[in-house]
């Protein structure tokens, strides 16, 4: 493949921002219905949904997934990047005690909140991406309060979707999950989400050849739990729709090693049949590389044999693609044998992810999954964020946008993944070069 060059000077003229805004603020349904059948041609990005605030729900007294140890302070933060929330009224947020350089508070927001779901939902739409798979974490499920704010998120964001016109699908996300009951916690709880809170009925649940789509990601992983021949059951449970269980088009979020049984894969030589006996594989690649160089190399030892591999067995692929990533300050204070990095991998303001897009794009994919919108906790968040240091917490360290020496709006990944969704939506590769692809409509 060529090689992939990009100009340094992307965001030098203000006559480009102008031009960005009135590309961007076309109306939703420049893009196409987001509620139609399928999962090719489509852009789906991963929702976390997981924030909160105290007082926000169900007797919530914890800064979730804010804080460490629910100490609200720079010294215990769980984030890396800093929300832009100016679009939000105040109303909708939450004061931390947490304070800029210029004294003013910095405010949080909590995934309970339906006017803040709905609001992401708005900005997918604005820019052509085709909707989320909002993630469902099996080990939280067990206690009755965690699984009451699961189900609030969850109908928040099919209200969102609804009211966006985009389309929605479950991620069972197994990490942490007890390895004695994940199986039947997943059975049981699909039972609870299509029986109970009737989500597959939703007009804006993502449906494939008739089913409605169901992603588990984790089995497989080194350090995740289950059994080949137990997630074998499983997945042709769902698939079949056997046992009590709706029937699913299946997407398996697995191991970027998933076709070696190498490296992030279990070597069990039974994970072999299960990967393959998904409907759809989405390797995860998020921190599989770092540079244009390692883009290039996963391409070639991965996403190219993966693709001949899915389209012998005729199932289809999903690749992932992500912005950059930042873990340091929920990682730091762990005893590790190499300390997280902040900035570990650079956006390089836009250039990393674009080049992904380019690549894979240009080797035919049909369908991409965005991590993440909202997963400020390893700075891989799309979704609007602060691009100066100014307007970080006093005390903390963490990502800005502009830090790579851009002057980048706080929307601009999803301004390019929103660009990545029409260049996918029209069947052509985009140019290599971002700045090039600024100026092309496809």
Same mark, same amino acid.
């Given at each position: 493949?060529?090689?992939?060059?990009?100009?340094?000077?992307?965001?030098?003229?203000?006559?480009?921002?102008?031009?960005?805004? *009135?590309?961007?603020?076309?109306?939703?349904?420049?893009?196409?219905?987001?509620?139609?059948?399928?999962?090719? %041609?489509?852009?789906?990005?991963?929702?976390?949904?997981?924030?909160?605030?105290?007082?926000?729900?169900?007797?919530?007294?914890?800064?979730?997934?804010?804080?460490?140890?629910?100490?609200?302070?720079?010294?215990?933060?769980?984030?890396?990047?800093?929300?832009?929330?100016?679009?939000?009224?105040?109303?909708?947020?939450?004061?931390?005690?947490? =304070?800029?350089?210029?004294?003013?508070?910095? =405010?949080?927001?909590?995934?309970?909140?339906?006017?803040?779901?709905?609001?992401?939902?708005?900005?997918?739409?604005?820019?052509?991406?085709?909707?989320?798979?909002?993630?469902?974490?099996?080990?939280?499920?067990?206690?009755?309060?965690?699984?009451?704010?699961?189900?609030?998120?969850?109908?928040?964001?099919?209200?969102?979707?609804?009211?966006?016109?985009?389309?929605?699908?479950?991620?069972?996300?197994?990490?942490?999950?007890?390895?004695? *009951?994940?199986?039947?916690?997943?059975?049981?709880?699909?039972?609870?989400?299509?029986?109970?809170?009737?989500?597959?009925?939703?007009?804006?649940?993502?449906?494939?050849?008739?089913?409605?789509?169901?992603?588990?990601?984790?089995?497989?992983?080194?350090?995740?739990?289950?059994?080949?021949?137990?997630?074998?059951?499983?997945?042709?449970?769902?698939?079949? %729709?056997?046992?009590?269980?709706?029937?699913?088009?299946?997407?398996?979020?697995?191991?970027?090693?998933?076709?070696?049984?190498?490296?992030?894969?279990?070597?069990?030589?039974?994970?072999?049949?299960?990967?393959?006996?998904?409907?759809?594989?989405?390797?995860?690649?998020?921190?599989?590389?770092?540079?244009?160089?390692?883009?290039?190399?996963?391409?070639?030892?991965?996403?190219?044999?993966?693709?001949?591999? *899915?389209?012998?067995?005729?199932?289809?692929?999903?690749?992932?693609?992500?912005?950059?990533?930042?873990?340091?300050?929920?990682?730091?204070?762990?005893?590790?044998?190499?300390?997280?990095?902040?900035?570990?991998?650079?956006?390089?303001?836009? !250039?990393?992810?674009?080049?992904?897009?380019?690549?894979?794009?240009?080797?035919?994919?049909?369908?991409?999954?965005?991590?993440?919108?909202?997963?400020?906790?390893?700075?891989?968040?799309?979704?609007? *964020?602060?691009?100066?240091?100014?307007?970080?917490? !006093?005390?903390?360290?963490?990502?800005?946008?502009?830090?790579?020496?851009?002057?980048?709006?706080?929307?601009?990944?999803?301004?390019?993944?929103?660009?990545?969704? !029409?260049?996918?939506?029209?069947?052509?590769?985009?140019?290599?070069?971002?700045?090039?692809?600024?100026?092309?409509?496809?």
């Amino acid at each position: 493949m060529q090689k992939v060059l990009f100009h340094s000077r992307i965001f030098s003229s203000r006559c480009l921002v102008l031009f960005l805004f *009135t590309v961007f603020a076309a109306s939703p349904s420049a893009y196409g219905a987001g509620t139609s059948e399928g999962l090719k %041609g489509r852009l789906i990005v991963g929702y976390q949904g997981w924030f909160g605030c105290p007082g926000d729900y169900a007797g919530n007294a914890q800064w979730q997934h804010w804080f460490t140890g629910n100490i609200a302070d720079a010294d215990h933060l769980h984030f890396d990047l800093l929300p832009s929330l100016s679009q939000f009224r105040p109303e909708d947020l939450c004061d931390s005690p947490l =304070r800029r350089q210029d004294g003013s508070t910095v =405010r949080l927001f909590s995934s309970q909140n339906e006017r803040i779901v709905a609001t992401h939902f708005q900005w997918m739409a604005k820019h052509g991406i085709d909707g989320a798979a909002v993630q469902r974490f099996i080990e939280p499920l067990s206690d009755i309060t965690n699984k009451r704010r699961s189900d609030h998120l969850l109908m928040n964001a099919k209200a969102g979707a609804e009211a966006a016109g985009r389309v929605f699908f479950i991620t069972y996300d197994v990490s942490g999950a007890n390895p004695h *009951t994940v199986m039947s916690d997943i059975r049981n709880d699909w039972q609870h989400l299509v029986n109970d809170l009737k989500i597959t009925s939703s007009p804006s649940y993502l449906q494939d050849n008739g089913k409605p789509v169901l992603e588990i990601w984790g089995f497989g992983f080194k350090d995740h739990p289950g059994m080949p021949d137990q997630v074998s059951e499983l997945i042709g449970d769902l698939k079949e %729709g056997r046992r009590g269980l709706k029937a699913a088009t299946l997407i398996g979020g697995v191991p970027a090693s998933w076709r070696t049984l190498t490296g992030d894969s279990k070597t069990e030589p039974g994970w072999a049949k299960v990967y393959r006996s998904y409907d759809v594989i989405s390797p995860w690649s998020v921190g599989r590389f770092g540079d244009d160089a390692g883009i290039e190399n996963f391409l070639r030892e991965r996403v190219l044999p993966d693709m001949q591999e *899915t389209k012998r067995l005729g199932i289809g692929y999903m690749p992932v693609i992500f912005p950059g990533f930042s873990w340091w300050n929920q990682m730091r204070g762990r005893n590790f044998a190499k300390p997280a990095t902040l900035d570990q991998i650079p956006r390089q303001c836009g !250039k990393f992810l674009w080049h992904q897009v380019y690549s894979l794009l240009d080797a035919r994919v049909d369908m991409l999954y965005a991590a993440m919108f909202d997963e400020v906790d390893e700075g891989t968040a799309l979704f609007p *964020t602060e691009t100066g240091e100014d307007r970080l917490p !006093k005390g903390a360290r963490m990502v800005y946008l502009d830090e790579d020496g851009c002057s980048a709006p706080d929307d601009w990944y999803l301004q390019i993944t929103g660009m990545a969704s !029409k260049f996918l939506h029209s069947h052509k590769a985009p140019p290599g070069q971002l700045n090039e692809a600024l100026n092309i409509s496809p």
